[in-house]
């Protein structure tokens, strides 16, 4: 009997939060490559996390390590090309608060 995780860690649910708020930059009508760029590094984040779940640190350091480098440094990458996002797209309505 194993631990289960929430379903909302999983590296799918990470993917599809990082698609929709993609889509919902799209429909705002702003595409850029910078929107792109935080889709792909957001994917790239839901990896890292699966990485560091699936492979101890015991067994294979340096695969957990390249996990652990793609949540916690892409991962804060994602974050920032969010606000800047954000920040950009200045929505009509709801206000900065939206992003």
Do not use: E
């Not at 850029?32 to 492979?55: D, E, K, P, R």
């Not at 793609?70 to 929505?91: A, C, D, E, M």
Request: include cysteine.
């Amino acid at each position: 009997m194993g631990q289960s995780t929430p379903p909302w860690s999983s590296p799918t649910s990470v993917t599809w939060v990082c698609v929709i708020r993609y889509q919902q930059v799209v429909d705002y009508g702003f595409q850029s490559t910078l929107n792109i760029l935080s889709l792909v590094a957001g994917c790239f984040c839901a990896l890292g996390g699966s990485l560091v779940g699936n492979f101890q640190t015991v067994n294979q350091i340096y695969v957990h390590l390249l996990g652990a480098f793609l949540s916690f440094f892409i991962g804060n990458l994602y974050f920032w090309l969010q606000v800047v996002l954000t920040y950009r797209l200045k929505p009509r309505h709801g206000g900065g608060w939206v992003g």
